[in-house]
Nanobody, 120 residues
Framework: QVQLVESGGGLVQAGGSLRLSCAAS????????MGWYRQAPGKQRELVAS???????NFADSVKGRFTISRDNAKNTVYLQMNSLKPEDTAVYYC??????????????WGKGTLVTVSS
């Protein structure tokens, strides 16, 4: 079993910054891609950013140039640095990880989410 624990959400004014962290723990052999998704009230969950174990990144168009994603493979942790935040970035942010638990066991895990609120 694997747990993903997010932290770093909160209330910030428009134009401000926040840094989210997500630490994975448990029976982990390795982790392929890790990423952040978000879900605003009344909307579907959407990909914000992802990063492979080799460091290749992918971003939603809405956050390009404002958000960066990084990871510490030794700590099984992924970070999301969010700058120039806008009210439309308000959402619950979820961590996602593609985990290899054993040679033939691969599962996708989700964190419980952390709320980010950006006031105008």
């Amino acid at each position: 079993q694997v747990q993903l624990v997010e932290s770093g959400g909160g209330l910030v004014q428009a134009g401000g910054s926040l840094r989210l962290s997500c630490a994975a723990s448990g029976s982990i052999l390795s982790i392929n891609a890790m990423g952040w998704y978000r879900q605003a009230p009344g909307k579907q969950r959407e990909l914000v950013a992802s990063i492979t174990s080799g460091g290749r990144t992918n971003f939603a168009d809405s956050v390009k140039g404002r958000f960066t994603i990084s990871r510490d493979n030794a700590k099984n942790t992924v970070y999301l640095q969010m700058n120039s935040l806008k009210p439309e970035d308000t959402a619950v942010y979820y961590c996602n990880a593609d985990v290899i638990e054993a040679v033939v066991v691969r599962r996708e895990y989700w964190g419980k989410g952390t709320l980010v609120t950006v006031s105008s």
